[in-house]
């Protein structure tokens, strides 16, 4: 299957708050190397493959970006609670000096983080 250079791109901006979670000792390592692929998308570089490469050499991280790209989510296993549920709206929030980052605040209680690249707080997401 073919993917849109952007919608890799999305992915791995998404993809970098799970790294811990995903990778443990190995995160800052590939954090690091997604972060300067990003910059490089962000000069117009083709980047695409080098990052799908780097994402694949993990079988969690391979799952991970598997799933958002897939056309239909991975459930494994999971099954709907009964009754008729409604989407809940999560605010992105991106880098402000780079567009190498995005995240999702899931709830209103949780602390926006800053950009682990500048280190800057997140902004809200145009």
């Known amino acids: 299957m073919v993917f849109e250079p952007e ?27 997604l972060s300067e692929l990003l910059a490089q998308a962000k000069a117009g570089q083709q980047v695409h493959d080098q990052i799908l490469e780097i994402l694949k050499s993990y079988p969690d991280t391979d799952d991970w970006m598997a799933e958002f790209l897939s056309e239909k989510p991975i459930t494994k296993g999971f099954e709907p609670l009964p009754g008729k549920g409604q989407p809940i709206s999560a605010s992105k929030y991106r880098c402000p000096q780079g567009d190498d ?17 500048h ?8």
């Not at 998404?14 to 690091?32: M, N, S, T, W, Y």
């Open 7 to 33: 919608d890799i791109l999305e992915g791995t901006r998404l993809i970098r708050p799970f790294l811990p979670e995903l990778l443990g000792d190995d995160a800052v390592q590939v954090d690091r190397q």
């Open 101 to 117: 980052y995005s995240w999702y605040r899931r709830s209103v209680g949780t602390a926006i983080p800053n950009c682990p690249t």
């Open 119 to 126: 280190n800057v707080p997140l902004i809200p997401a145009d």
